[in-house]
């Protein structure tokens, strides 16, 4: 299972003629779900089945700057699992050079539809057996 | 009532060095709540009586970029209002100057929360003549 | 040469529950730059070599919204080159439904570096001949 | 001198009803750039100045979600200026109940329009001196 790769676009730079910082943490939440949808879990049918996964945190320490004309490469990898929480970690490399761009981490809980923490675990014991052996 | 006067943000500029053309449109929005909030309408007051009112049409014309540093100034008006339909006209200048930087419109429509539409003028008879009248 | 296809992500999507029709502006945006790209134009490309194409007015009409989970695919065509302007068209629909989400246009003109206005047909050729081709 | 205070748009929501959380981020920008304004040091003059404070890193806790129709007060604090860096800490509440939002932190550096780095001691003194004491 392979990496997430996009472009750069446009309106993702600024005036300083780089990818304005806050677009790594949206490309992070673009990269983790569909990690997760090429486990088998797509966000859209969690969330239908009543479980959500709301960031609690996040985390970015930037490296040197994607450009527009870039194409980039996310590693998602998971940092830890537990019954209520779930960690990850990225990687922001350019595609063609490997220069790393950004590296980052994002903390979630999970919640049903009324915003209610719950245990994946016991609601989707599955998801948790996947993402505990992904580790 | 006034004009609605904001601050260019960083990240709504683009390498071109000038706000991206995506934003203004994200400014109307701004400009049009503001200004329906002035005549005693929170659009999300509004959501939780049960009335929306989504956007069937934008345009926009470029006259010159807005830069980072700018403070723009967006003039709101109404263009028609029926009983179902509410249209707007902006225009986006240079606080300091004066200079036009952009002009657009948006067309709506009144839907309820199960986004069906409804007429205003039986819902929401005092919207409707507040708006008659200011056209 | 195809369409343009790209998934409905997270953050693109409003309180409403569906995309924030600002974000089709933006989807304009990556379609055409692919259009041209796919046809030997990278924008990057013409950026180094002294062209930028600005956007100097677009439009937006909003049939159906789509939604987080939904794939959508936007063609694009080109209304009208001349030597000095550029306009496009575009037509969001659902990958799988092929429902209609959005129809669009923008207009655009050609400047160099100093933002001066320039004929891409004395500049760039090969360009105003394939995109004549195209309409 | 005040804190950063500023209403939620609704193109800030997601579909989970909130404010989606990449936009902390940019309102951690905006607060940070209106704190060092109103200490007589205006973003843009810098940059104009040939001096540039581009993010190291950033990092973000979320306590609870801001909802559209809130105001947001901002509160930036300097943690440590050097020569060299420069970072921040934020704690965004509620402008009405106080509660508490989010909490987050910025790293930064100076460098020159050739992106290399510089002293702000020596550069700009008064910049330095500005910030040191409000540590």
């Known amino acids: 299972m392979g990496d997430y790769i996009r472009k750069v ?15 790594y943490i949206r490309w992070f939440e673009e990269a983790r779900i ?3 949808a090429e486990r088998g879990y797509e ?13 609690l945190g996040v985390s970015a320490v930037y490296k040197s700057g994607a ?3 870039d194409t980039v490469r996310i ?3 998971i940092n830890k699992i537990t019954a209520v929480k779930l960690s ?11 220069e790393l761009r950004t590296t980052g981490t994002s903390d979630h809980c999970f919640v049903d539809n009324d915003f209610k ?8 014991p599955d998801f948790y057996e996947e993402f505990c052996e992904n580790k």
Do not use: W
């Not at 730079?13 to 780089?18: E, F, N």
């Open 9 to 23: 676009q446009y309106y993702e730079t600024d005036k300083m003629g780089i990818v304005h910082h806050s677009n």
């Open 34 to 36: 569909a990690y997760m």
């Open 43 to 55: 966000y859209n049918k969690l969330e239908e089945k009543g479980i959500m996964i709301p960031v």
């Open 67 to 69: 450009k527009y004309g």
């Open 75 to 77: 590693r998602v990898q």
């Open 88 to 98: 990850f970690s990225y990687e922001v490399t350019d595609n063609d050079t490997g």
């Open 117 to 124: 923490p719950c245990s994946i675990k016991k609601k989707m």
